[in-house]
């Protein structure tokens, strides 16, 4: 059977509008009971086992390679930890004006997650740019955050906004972390089935987090917490998020020259450091804010599909730079063993799903 492809005419990726399903699925037939129960361990599961899969994909070799570019890691991890909380705290002046308290508590959180991994390869990859560099970039940012999102979060939002604790940060580091580092430790073994298999487990990654949105919006409809939002509303969410995407592309790119970084370098920073992760954003979400993860995690899933859509179109331009020779370029080589461990590098011409 041939494989179904998604028309090339359309704007949206096939993802988003699974996505957007499982949240209409969510409204109509919510789980509850001890439905929910299942649903809810169900998605832990997935994303430790999401996580696991990130671990064994990434070569240690990568790792350690990539530590040679610490210059355009610490650059990545300044926007995403510094840049883009600095971001989240001045829209607070929008309250009440375009945002209402709990969306504004959820673009703040968006502000705060680590980078993505995947697309930040993919996108990457079609603009010519210096694939290892994402992929170290993106890996590096998920497990700093790990940590990092929940202490920015507890001290940004803080009070009765989150339920920050110890006993939240060791669930994170349990789902997320160990799984990872699992992961890492059996590489070795299990490393080449994953190659072998990356299109079928790549089905796992994308089911993950459609499980997760399914767990939270189920969440949400019990709980009766959807009338805080008016159509007004969401579309000044979806304006704040437009600048603010708008203003991080612009800075990652223009400042990364200003700091002196090569073109390929620059794609790199761009990509990863403008990118908020949907995949390390929702179970910290769920953790953290319990049965309010639902309005929590709305203005990441909204800012998740404008980054694809953008980035898109920025990466494709990229790739026609006028300094753009038909080489491939440097490092290009070097980022061939990464092309097997994670599914989307090397293959531009997917549709990037995270």
């Given amino acids: 059977m041939k494989r179904l492809r998604w028309p090339s005419w359309m704007p949206i990726d096939p993802y988003i509008v699974l996505l957007l399903g499982t949240v209409g699925l ?4 919510p789980a509850r009971g001890t439905g929910a129960d299942v649903v809810s361990g169900a998605s832990t599961a997935a994303i430790a086992f999401l996580f696991f899969l990130y671990g064994a994909r990434l070569s240690t070799r990568e790792a350690l390679d990539g530590l040679r570019h610490w210059r355009l890691h610490i650059t990545v991890l ?3 930890f ?16 375009l945002l209402t308290q709990p969306l504004y508590q959820g673009l703040l959180f968006l502000t705060l997650v680590p980078s ?9 990859s079609i603009a010519r740019g210096n694939v290892p560099a994402a992929i170290c970039a993106g890996s590096f940012s998920s497990l700093v955050g790990i940590v990092l999102t929940p202490l920015l979060a507890a001290g940004l939002l803080g009070g ?14 349990l789902q997320l972390l ?6 890492q430790v059996l590489r070795r073994w299990i490393g080449g089935f994953i190659t072998r298999h990356k299109k079928v487990l790549g089905l796992v990654d994308r089911g993950s987090i459609l499980l997760v949105v399914y767990t939270a919006f189920s969440e949400g409809m019990n709980r009766g917490i959807w009338h805080q939002v008016s159509p007004v509303r969401l579309a000044g969410l979806l304006g704040v998020e437009a600048v603010l995407l708008a203003v991080m592309l612009t800075l ?24 908020k992760s949907l995949a390390a954003g929702l179970p910290m979400a769920s953790v953290l ?9 709305l203005p990441l899933m909204l800012f998740h599909q404008m980054q694809l859509m953008v980035c898109a179109v920025i990466a494709k331009r990229r790739a026609r730079d006028p300094e753009v020779t038909g080489d491939a370029p440097e490092g290009a080589a070097d980022a061939s063993e990464g092309s097997a461990a994670h599914p989307v590098q090397g293959q531009p011409q997917d549709r990037v799903l995270r």
Avoid: N
Avoid at 90 to 95: I, P
Avoid at 178 to 183: K, R
Avoid at 289 to 297: I, P
């Fill in 26 to 29: 969510a409204a109509l037939l």
């Fill in 78 to 80: 300044a926007c995403t």
């Fill in 82 to 97: 510094i840049l883009f909380p600095v971001f989240g705290t001045a829209a607070r002046a929008l309250v009440p004006v």
């Fill in 116 to 124: 993505t991994v995947q697309s930040s390869i993919a996108f990457t």
């Fill in 160 to 173: 009765d906004e989150v339920g920050f604790s110890t006993d939240s940060l060791v669930k994170i580091v």
């Fill in 178 to 183: 160990v799984p990872f580092l699992a992961g």
């Fill in 252 to 275: 990652t790119w223009y400042g990364a020259k200003a700091l002196g970084f090569g073109r390929e370098d620059r794609i790199a920073i761009q990509f990863a450091g403008s990118k």
């Fill in 289 to 297: 804010f319990g049965s309010h993860a639902s309005l929590a995690v």
